[in-house]
Nanobody, 122 residues
Framework: VQLQASGGGLVQDGGSLRLSCAAS????????MSWFRQAPGKEREFVAA????????VYADSVKGRFTISRADAKNTVSLEMNSLKPEDTAVYYC????????????????WGQGTEVTVSS
């Protein structure tokens, strides 16, 4: 399975961006797909997840109410709509997929995309 992320860029404080991640490869039926991010000098952190069978969504407190994760089963894609962006959202964003529930929503991911950079200027 390969994950290809896109949609990053430079945006001003308060602006919006939409990230997309497309999965390709053998039959793809994950437990969940998620977005993580890593800011310069910081550890990678969980942003949001969507369960593939029921569409359950989970968000980090820092993005709740501003970001929306969604999936498109037929296209094997997951998107992250980011609104009211802040400079502290600046990071490389990675999409990820996991095959099973082991590790919950935030850990034990099996597949990772290459990352797309988001920069929010103040």
């Amino acid at each position: 399975v390969q994950l290809q992320a896109s949609g990053g860029g430079l945006v001003q404080d308060g602006g919006s961006l939409r990230l997309s991640c497309a999965a390709s490869g053998p039959t793809f039926s994950p437990f969940a797909m998620s977005w993580f991010r890593q800011a310069p000098g910081k550890e990678r952190e969980f942003v949001a997840a969507v369960g593939w069978s029921r569409g359950t969504t989970v968000y980090a407190d820092s993005v709740k109410g501003r970001f929306t994760i969604s999936r498109a089963d037929a296209k094997n894609t997951v998107s992250l709509e980011m609104n009211s962006l802040k400079p502290e959202d600046t990071a490389v964003y990675y999409c990820a997929a996991k095959r099973t529930v082991v590790g919950g929503w935030r850990e034990r991911y099996d597949y990772w995309g290459q990352g797309t950079e988001v920069t929010v200027s103040s």
